[in-house]
């Protein structure tokens, strides 16, 4: 028996090609079938930064298989939680979802030693927001 997702999640960075590609990856690994994960970029990339995947490797996740993707009102729409990551105003508001802002570096153009602790600041968050929603599903 399959049971529906206590949430769905949108992650936005311009390029969708590093920081929202690895916070999906953690999100995914950590949360698994409770979580919806999504990605998406502004202006996305042509593919997703190597020293991301490598910097995700070392850690047990795999996001080596992952594109990005264009920002779609309907994702947005379609999502609980919208985490933008310097997606500036291109990110569509609407009533009824929750907006988070994280202010990370971005990996874009910089070797795996850079990307390492961007990296790890990404899994802190998410394994905030983790818990965020599996409380609240205990409420």
Known sequence: MTTAPLASVLFVCVHNAGRSQMAAGFLDHLAGDRVEVRSAGSLPGDQVNPAAVEAMAEVGVDISDQKPKVLTTEAVQASDYVIT??????????????????????????????????????????????????????A
Request: hydrophobic letters at 40%; one cysteine or more.
């Open 85 to 138: 990551m310097g997606c500036g105003d291109a990110c569509p508001i609407f009533p009824g979802k929750k907006y988070l802002d994280w202010v990370l570096e971005d990996p874009a153009g910089q070797g795996v030693e850079a990307v390492r602790p961007i990296r790890d600041e990404i899994k802190l968050l998410i394994e905030g927001l983790v818990a965020e929603i599996d409380a609240k599903q205990e």
